[in-house]
């Protein structure tokens, strides 16, 4: 369960904010984290675009996927 989630900054990778989550839960290692955010445990983030986030992740962000991927990945980049 996830008990907090960091408010991401207006132009701020998603990688960032997972990487200050993990960072901030005192998870010793980076499975731990995974399994409270990814649907798939075995997913390593993806530094640029986009991974599967479990539900409990989008409405702890408060946004939906569509938002979050033009807002928080490099995809409108591309």
């Known amino acids: 369960m996830i008990g907090f989630m960091p408010e991401p900054y207006p132009d ?16 010793l290692v980076y499975r731990a984290s995974a399994e409270e955010l990814f649907k798939d ?14 539900e409990e992740v989008l409405s702890v962000l408060g946004m939906d996927m569509e938002t979050l991927v033009r807002n928080h990945t490099m995809f409108p980049a591309s």
């Open 41 to 54: 445990p075995l997913a390593r983030p993806d530094l640029e675009f986009v991974n599967r986030y479990t």
């Open 12 to 27: 701020e990778l998603m990688y960032s904010v997972l990487s200050r989550y993990h960072k901030m839960s005192g998870h």
